[in-house]
């Protein structure tokens, strides 16, 4: 959440960012009334309270004739009390309410507009001419098909439409991706972590993933517990309710989880294959910062996803996220997305996203710093998501018999294997 301070100060940045959003202007003046009544209610509270507490000193003193006056007295300002108590206690949950709904200020270079209105930053790598090399690629699936690493059929079979097996050297191949991955945010510094796939509301509910996103959400009804998208839920809820001290600073984790994905308005789009699953297994890199660390954590952020990407030898592009495409928790986004050949456009394979201090407050995760205590940032951001990653390399590095070759990076955590042979021909 934001400062509500920040918002009573300066109320048009807040309309301003919930314009560039796409999102509900007049939540803005909504919340301030709210927040108006929140602190008029409690000074009336503390008033009434105070008179109470001066009159049950001056009762025991006073006269016949004065006491019973008091006591009248006093059993009005009790139920004054009662009133201003739970005036008091409405408009704060009020205002909590409205709070939680006001999405994070977004940064002023961010693009303003849609999906559709990202600014490209760079490019990287070489688009492969298949013509050129004298055959057409084939998709992801039958490659993966004819190197028996894939199997759709009886992943629909077991769970239904956007399930899958990955089999032989496809489960190899993710193995490969994740250690790689993990041993390159080791070398980085980042702890590795083996994060809970099940977490409470409040974790949901404190990374922003209650709100937009709740469509997406996947929750067991019977524990009142949820499924995560993404190990950043558990990594940000890690150090909930605590105090952490600035010298520890910056804490960087890598946590591995399995993600589920209702796919919620997804219909028709991405059926084939496993580029938009409902399972899959992530790679997430999560960092805790001081504030004004927080921009040049992002780009630290970005520069790892890209080592990645390169050293898999994937071409792609990073783009700014327009305002409107942005999560409620991050007030900048940027997209890592590789070139995939058969579709002839770029998709996004990794993101990363500065959520400055909107998650922290949620979570009352906290730094103290020599005698000051104040939120601190969190950032996040995609390392390794295994299934797209799966896509983009058998993609770019298919030949024209089938077979695939393995980028260097992954050959020791594939035995030195070289390249990927057909098992059907």
Not at 361 to 390: F, M
Request: proline share 4%.
């Amino acid at each position: 959440m934001i400062d509500l301070r920040l918002l009573r100060e300066d109320p048009d940045r807040v309309r301003a960012s919930q314009r560039a959003r796409g999102e509900d202007v007049a939540l803005v003046d909504s919340l301030l009334s709210a927040d108006e009544r929140r602190r008029s209610s409690g000074v009336r509270f503390d008033e009434l309270r105070a008179e109470q507490k001066q009159l049950g000193k001056l009762i025991p003193k006073a006269t016949a004739d004065e006491k019973a006056e008091l006591l009248k007295r006093a059993e009005q300002l009790k139920a004054d009390v009662k009133a201003a108590d739970a005036e008091r206690d409405a408009a704060d949950a009020e205002t909590h309410e409205l709070l939680l709904r006001l999405g994070n200020l977004v940064h002023p270079d961010v693009p303003v507009g849609g999906e559709e209105d990202f600014v490209t930053l760079e490019t990287h790598g070489t688009i492969r001419d298949f013509g050129a090399e004298g055959f057409e690629p084939k998709d992801h699936l039958e490659l993966g098909q004819l190197l028996g690493a894939i199997d759709v059929e009886r992943g629909a079979k077991v769970s239904g439409s956007r399930f899958y097996f990955l089999t032989g050297v496809g489960a190899l191949l993710e193995l490969a991706l994740v250690n790689a991955a993990m041993a390159q945010a080791t070398a980085a510094g980042f702890t590795p972590m083996l994060t809970p796939a099940l977490v409470r509301s409040q974790s949901m509910a404190g990374t922003g993933f209650l709100g937009q996103a709740a469509q997406d959400v996947y929750h067991l009804d019977k524990d009142d517990l949820y499924l995560v998208g993404t190990s950043e839920v558990a990594l940000a809820a890690y150090h909930m309710d605590e105090i952490l001290d600035a010298d520890k600073l910056p804490l960087r984790y890598a946590g591995f989880s399995p993600c589920f994905r209702r796919e919620a308005g997804s219909h028709g789009k991405d059926t084939r294959g496993i580029f938009r699953v409902h399972q899959f297994d992530k790679v997430e890199m999560f960092s805790y910062v001081d504030p004004a660390d927080t921009q040049a954590e992002h780009q630290r952020l970005l520069a790892w996803e890209k080592q990645w990407l390169s050293s898999l030898e994937l071409p792609f592009r990073v783009i700014d996220v327009a305002s409107g495409d942005l999560g409620s928790s991050a007030a900048r986004k940027f997209d890592c997305e590789a070139w995939i050949p058969t579709q002839g456009k770029y998709r996004e394979l990794t993101s990363t996203s500065d959520c400055t201090e909107f998650q922290s407050r949620r979570l009352s995760i906290r730094v103290r710093d020599g005698k000051q205590v104040k939120p601190l940032a969190t950032l996040n951001g995609t390392l390794c998501a295994v299934p797209r990653t799966i896509v983009a390399i058998l993609e770019n590095h298919q030949l024209a018999d089938g077979s695939v070759r393995v980028p260097e990076v992954l050959r020791p955590y594939l035995g030195g294997r070289e390249v990927l042979e057909p098992v059907v021909r």
